[in-house]
């Protein structure tokens, strides 16, 4: 496998440096485009004192659509999403982007938020139209592996506060219909993942994802981990649930 790495100069409204923000590919009448939303950045320059130097912000709610082909980069506003948001998810299918949860750094609060992104790539000009769904997750910096056919999904780690992980896990489908969601057992925690009180990672393949925690013993390294691979496979009967969670490695410097 040759993986490359093409620059390519954006023109319009390119969107400003940041973190925390989410990147999409969809596809409209033989159009293809990617959609960037969300994101945190530290204080402007002009903006910054003594006390908030080191302070970061939520970037504007924009939406930025970039042309696959030529590089043009608009920016975009949308009523319904009036709050700038950090670490959601976000899952694309054909024309449509869905945003799932994230944190706001204003009110540092992660509100259970659901939005559905719909673009059409019209011949001049694109059309961006936005829905509130229910039935959100209040969730950030969460892992999503795909599963199953096309547009499956669970959902694995992440947190619900700053001091609470999310323990457990979620199933995702997106169909024509739009976005289905599912609670699915977890596996069955270890004492190293489940006392610890961060975790990280990241999907290692379809229905694999990759866990890390600190090591957190004495005799460890200060940025020792421990690392455990968690696998899920498809039943019969077409559910989905954890099967193993083995740990790959004692720990890592």
Request: hydrophobic share 30%.
């Amino acid at each position: 496998i040759t993986l490359r790495c093409q620059e390519k100069e954006l023109v319009g409204e390119p969107p400003g440096p940041r973190y925390g923000h989410t990147i999409n590919v969809v596809h409209s009448r033989g159009k293809t485009a990617y959609v960037l939303f969300g994101g945190r950045s530290y204080i402007p320059s002009a903006e910054r004192n003594s006390e908030n130097w080191n302070s970061v912000v939520d970037c504007l709610p924009q939406i930025y659509l970039i042309d696959h082909e030529f590089g043009c980069c608009s920016a975009h506003f949308l009523p319904e999403l009036s709050d700038g948001q950090s670490f959601h998810l976000a899952l694309a299918r054909e024309n449509c982007v869905y945003f799932l949860g994230g944190h706001i750094a204003s009110t540092d609060c992660r509100p259970p938020r659901l939005f559905r992104l719909r673009v059409e790539l019209l011949l001049g000009s694109p059309l961006l139209s936005c829905d509130i769904l229910n039935d959100g997750l209040s969730i950030t910096s969460a892992i999503v592996t795909p599963i199953g056919s096309a547009h499956e999904y669970i959902i694995i780690g992440g947190y619900q506060s700053d001091s609470q992980k999310r323990m457990q896990c979620t199933y995702v489908a997106l169909d024509d219909d739009g976005i289905h969601m599912e609670p699915r057992d977890p596996p069955e925690w270890n004492s190293e993942i489940s006392q610890s009180r961060t975790w990280f990672g990241g999907s290692l393949e379809k229905g694999s994802a990759l866990l890390a925690v600190p090591s957190g013993t004495n005799s460890a390294p200060l940025d020792g981990y421990y690392f455990y691979q968690v696998s899920f496979q498809q039943e019969e009967n077409e559910e989905v649930s954890a099967q193993t969670c083995s740990q790959e490695s004692t720990e890592f410097e």
